[in-house]
């Protein structure tokens, strides 16, 4: 069993940059491939990036390419989501996922097999 937990969400403004981080409770976090998603009020929830458990593959969505970045540090079970340049199509519930094995950009939900609670990013015009 693998659990997650995010945080770094918070209130900033238009232009500003947050870190999100997911701390895994697993002895085998190299072993995972994780992956940051994002649901907003009234819409399904939706890919944003992806990691492979090594660090040197990423994937992301088309809106936030340039402006996040996904990394991970498998010292400290930790993956992080760095986003700059927020602006008003980010705020949403953000949350990390894990999942065994890797195939490229898994952008789908039922590719995960684990997922966190999520933390809330909000973006003042």
């Known amino acids: 069993q693998v659990q997650l937990v995010e945080s770094g969400g918070g209130l900033v403004q238009a232009g500003d940059s947050l870190r999100l981080s997911c701390a895994a409770s697993?002895?085998?976090?190299?072993?995972?491939?994780m992956g940051w998603f994002r649901q907003a009020p009234g819409k399904e929830r939706e890919f944003v990036s992806n990691?492979?458990?090594?660090?040197?593959?990423?994937y992301y969505e088309d809106s936030v390419k340039g402006r996040f970045t996904i990394s991970r540090d498998n010292a400290k079970n930790t993956v992080y989501l760095q986003m700059n340049s927020l602006n008003p199509v980010d705020p949403a519930v953000y949350y990390c996922?894990?999942?065994?094995?890797?195939?490229?950009?898994?952008?789908?939900?039922?590719?995960?097999?684990?997922w966190g609670q999520g933390t809330q990013v909000t973006v003042s015009a």
């Open positions: 996922a894990a999942r065994r094995t890797w195939s490229g950009r898994s952008r789908y939900l039922n590719e995960y097999d684990y």
């Open positions: 697993v002895g085998t976090f190299s072993k995972y491939a």
């Open positions: 990691i492979h458990w090594s660090g040197t593959n990423t």
